[in-house]
């Protein structure tokens, strides 16, 4: 196996720029079936590619990281950024398949509301990903980290109010447990952003 002795910067953060570019497309794809109301099977197939991408480009990372003797950052933090960047792509899959299965009317206003947090959120992390390799641009990327952090509490808040409203208004307790496993599952994917921010939060101080 060939060893690479000098750090390849330019390629591992291209790759997980693709890996942040790849979630927005993936969360834009979900808050639009919200939007309309239902997760078609081409829908779920689109996020489920999404997802599928996010996994190639996982590998190839850790493929890179394996070949690669020397990194522009940690080994550490550049395997936290694939795994947890990954995970976001996993939950938001997860999500449109329970839908479906479920027969869910996705045009509701919490999952409306989760979704456009989401969406924001991925936006977000995607800008501070782009830009975490040029240290004079610091500020902007913590910025951006700060502003997912922001999010994550705007999903802790409808998480509570979309709990409250579900037992409160909600008959079939079948439905109960069907929309609150979704509404957990909203809220993890904002704390699993959070996360990401967090790491990179962590680059930052290390390198700054």
């Known amino acids: 196996m060939a060893i690479n002795f000098l750090p390849r910067e330019v390629k591992f ?16 794809c979900f808050k639009a079936a919200v939007k309309k109301g239902y997760f078609d099977e081409d829908v779920v ?22 070949r690669t003797f020397i990194t522009p950052i940690d080994r550490e933090d550049i395997y936290a950024l694939t795994n947890t960047l990954d995970d976001i792509l996993d939950m938001i899959n997860s999500m449109a398949n329970r839908i479906r299965l479920y027969k869910l009317d ?3 206003e919490y999952m ?14 995607n800008n501070a990903v ?13 910025d951006h980290c700060i502003e997912v952090n922001r999010l994550e509490n705007i999903g802790d ?3 509570e109010k979309a709990i409250s409203h579900l037992f409160e208004a909600e008959k079939d307790p079948i439905m109960v447990i069907k929309w609150k496993e979704i509404y957990e599952v909203a809220e993890a994917t904002l704390d699993t952003c ?6 990179i939060e962590s680059i930052l101080v290390k390198h700054g």
Do not use: P
């Open 157 to 159: 808040q409808i998480r």
């Open 106 to 108: 996705a045009n509701e």
């Open 13 to 28: 953060f291209d790759y997980l720029n693709l890996q942040s570019e790849n979630i927005v497309k993936a969360a834009d």
């Open 130 to 142: 782009r830009h975490m390799h040029d240290t004079k641009r610091a500020r902007r990327v913590l």
């Open 112 to 125: 409306g509301q989760f979704a456009d947090t989401i969406d924001q959120s991925a936006q977000a992390l």
């Open 194 to 199: 959070e996360h990401v921010a967090k790491v």
């Open 45 to 66: 197939k689109k996020i489920k590619d999404y997802e599928h991408e996010g996994d190639t480009l996982s590998h190839e990372i850790v493929d890179m990281l394996n």
